[in-house]
């Protein structure tokens, strides 16, 4: 059926993830009730929260338009992409603090120390922080990586997945 229909294939991937982030809602909230019951004090940072998670939104739009994209290409991909999910998640500070496991260590090389704080992922991870905790005061470095990232996905994941409009739907 969707092979006979005619309309933009860049809405598959874009409402598979905000069907995704939707689902993901309750568990923000959830996030917000551990803030309170962990001590966090609600202040005008909270007033960021709904922004910093549109920012991942649609970091996230991008990323799924260039997976959409490359699983088309090679369906074996799609067997990679939690795989690799997994690894951004183990390097990307999610259990650990990027910046106190580099300072531990005086020999890190000063581009590895750079890429890994400023990867993606680590990025939406610790803008979310700056939001919610009083502890990471707003970086607006963070802030503006955090767009510069989004914005790279999200067009050259449309430029990517809109190249290959012509051949979606095609067995």
């Given at each position: 059926?969707?092979?006979?229909?005619?309309?933009?294939?860049?809405?598959?991937?874009?409402?598979?993830m905000?069907?995704?982030?939707?689902?993901?809602?309750?568990?923000?909230?959830?996030l917000?009730?551990?803030?309170?019951?962990?001590?966090?004090?609600?202040?005008?940072?909270?007033?960021?929260?709904?922004?910093?998670?549109?920012?991942?939104?649609?970091?996230?739009?991008?990323?799924?338009?260039?997976?959409?994209?490359?699983?088309?290409?090679?369906?074996?991909?799609?067997?990679?992409i939690?795989?690799?999910?997994?690894?951004?998640?183990?390097?990307?500070?999610?259990?650990?603090?990027?910046?106190?496991?580099?300072?531990?260590?005086?020999?890190v090389?000063?581009?590895?120390?750079?890429?890994?704080?400023?990867?993606?992922?680590?990025?939406?991870l610790?803008?979310?922080r700056?939001?919610?905790?009083?502890?990471?005061?707003?970086?607006?470095?963070t802030?503006?990586?955090?767009?510069?990232?989004?914005?790279?996905?999200?067009?050259?994941?449309?430029?990517?997945?809109?190249?290959?409009?012509?051949t979606?739907?095609?067995?």
């Amino acid at each position: 059926m969707i092979r006979s229909l005619k309309f933009p294939r860049v809405l598959l991937p874009i409402t598979v993830m905000l069907s995704e982030f939707l689902a993901a809602l309750p568990a923000f909230i959830i996030l917000l009730l551990i803030a309170l019951v962990s001590k966090e004090t609600p202040s005008a940072k909270w007033l960021l929260f709904p922004v910093a998670l549109f920012i991942v939104l649609v970091t996230g739009m991008g990323i799924a338009m260039l997976c959409a994209r490359l699983v088309h290409v090679a369906r074996d991909a799609n067997n990679l992409i939690p795989l690799v999910v997994r690894l951004l998640r183990y390097i990307s500070g999610v259990f650990f603090s990027i910046q106190d496991k580099l300072g531990a260590h005086d020999n890190v090389p000063v581009w590895l120390s750079v890429s890994l704080e400023y990867q993606p992922v680590a990025v939406l991870l610790e803008l979310v922080r700056e939001t919610i905790r009083q502890e990471s005061p707003l970086d607006q470095t963070t802030w503006l990586v955090a767009v510069g990232w989004a914005v790279f996905f999200l067009v050259s994941g449309f430029v990517v997945f809109w190249r290959g409009e012509g051949t979606y739907g095609r067995g």
